[in-house]
T-cell receptor, first 108, second 117 residues
Framework: DAKTTQPNSMESNEEEPVHLPCNHS???????IHWYRQLPSQGPEYVIH???SNVNNRMASLAIAEDRKSSTLILHRATLRDAAVYYC?????????FGAGTRLTVKP | EAGVAQSPRYKIIEKRQSVAFWCNPI?????LYWYQQILGQGPKLLIQ????????DSQLPKDRFSAERLKGVDSTLKIQPAKLEDSAVYLC???????????????FGPGTRLTVT
């Protein structure tokens, strides 16, 4: 099973970078790492996903360790609107198993 | 592009009553998911459809929960009879491609908040 481990909560100051870690030591070699986030009172939204190499999009960057046992979601400049629960997911047979995620608080 | 639509947004019922939720996925999305999210927890997959066939319902409490996706588009999730522990947000999501060896980007609706008293 591709179980993931994330810190329960993190804090950041507005306009500063945020590094959200995730451990997924049992992920298979062909499963992508997915990140979603859930803003208050909304459904989760896709952030980014990757397999082996680092990935960038307009929302964030994803740095994947060479051994694929961990990854880090990077928000380059946190804003108040980035306050959310961030989920790191390693699918099991295409089943997106959401854990409790990391609650990110952004301070002005 | 319209997102995933769900209704109702809120529902309050008494235990042992029945309730149904409706979901309209993004047009053209073959795969549809129903999740249950209990307060303070991440979403838990209940059932996954590919077109109108069930791909995975291993975590669906089949003694009281049922779901269907007629014609491979809209879907309904029903609970009968409801229990107190069913109080949660029920999320519907859809994705463009069927499972192909890797999970595809899912688009979530706003959810239905169910309170069972």
């Amino acid at each position: 099973d591709a179980k993931t481990t994330q810190p329960n909560s993190m804090e950041s100051n507005e306009e500063e970078p945020v590094h959200l870690p995730c451990n997924h030591s049992t992920i298979s070699g062909t499963d992508y790492i997915h990140w979603y986030r859930q803003l208050p009172s909304q459904g989760p939204e896709y952030v980014i996903h990757g397999l082996t190499s680092n990935v960038n999009n307009r929302m964030a960057s994803l740095a994947i360790a060479e051994d694929r046992k961990s990854s880090t979601l990077i928000l380059h400049r946190a804003t108040l609107r980035d306050a959310a629960v961030y989920y790191c997911i390693g699918p099991i047979n295409n089943d997106m198993r959401f854990g409790a995620g990391t609650r990110l608080t952004v301070k002005p | 592009e319209a997102g995933v639509a769900q209704s109702p947004r809120y529902k309050i019922i008494e235990k042992r009553q029945s309730v149904a939720f409706w979901c309209n996925p993004i047009s053209g999305h073959a795969t549809l998911y129903w999740y249950q999210q209990i307060l303070g927890q991440g979403p838990k997959l209940l059932i996954q459809f590919q077109n109108n066939g069930v791909v995975d319902d291993s975590q669906l409490p089949k003694d009281r929960f049922s779901a269907e996706r007629l014609k491979g588009v809209d879907s309904t999730l029903k609970i009968q009879p409801a229990k107190l522990e069913d109080s949660a947000v029920y999320l519907c999501a859809s994705s463009l491609d069927p499972p192909s060896g890797r999970a595809d980007e899912q688009y979530f609706g706003p959810g239905t908040r169910l309170t069972v008293t």
